[in-house]
């Protein structure tokens, strides 16, 4: 699976942005999916993950409540819709696809090259 991950960007703090993985090569439906996130001078963290169906998601405590992931089967691209942004939100963002979405980050096959998400106080 290729990972290209999109849609990241300057924002001022309370504001919003969605980031986009576009997946291609095997069948994007037989994979869960999952963003992590690394500020500069942190460990890599979960964000946020969605089953191969998207019957089912999970969210860092972090981030729940003002992010939403999501997928379209027919553009094989996962979202991440990012609302009510705050500084510490600021991090490069990567999708990464599994066939077992979990927290873990070693439980990922396959990882996109991330997107840097800026905001600002």
């Known amino acids: 699976v290729q990972l290209q991950a999109s849609g990241g960007g300057l924002v001022q703090a309370g504001g919003s942005l969605r980031l986009s993985c576009a997946a291609s090569?095997?069948?994007?439906?037989?994979?869960?999916m999952g963003w992590f996130r690394q500020a500069p001078g942190k460990e890599r963290e979960f964000v946020a993950a969605?089953?191969?169906?998207?019957?089912?998601?999970d969210y860092a405590d972090s981030v729940k409540g003002r992010f939403t992931i999501s997928r379209d089967k027919s553009k094989n691209t996962v979202y991440l819709q990012m609302n009510s942004l705050k500084p510490e939100d600021t991090a490069v963002y990567y999708c990464?696809?599994?066939?077992?979405?979990?927290?873990?980050?070693?439980?990922?096959?396959?990882w996109g090259q991330g997107t840097l998400v800026t905001v600002s106080s």
């Open positions: 090569g095997r069948t994007f439906s037989d994979y869960g």
């Open positions: 969605i089953s191969d169906n998207g019957a089912r998601t």
């Open positions: 990464a696809a599994s066939k077992l979405a979990s927290r873990a980050g070693t439980s990922y096959d396959y």
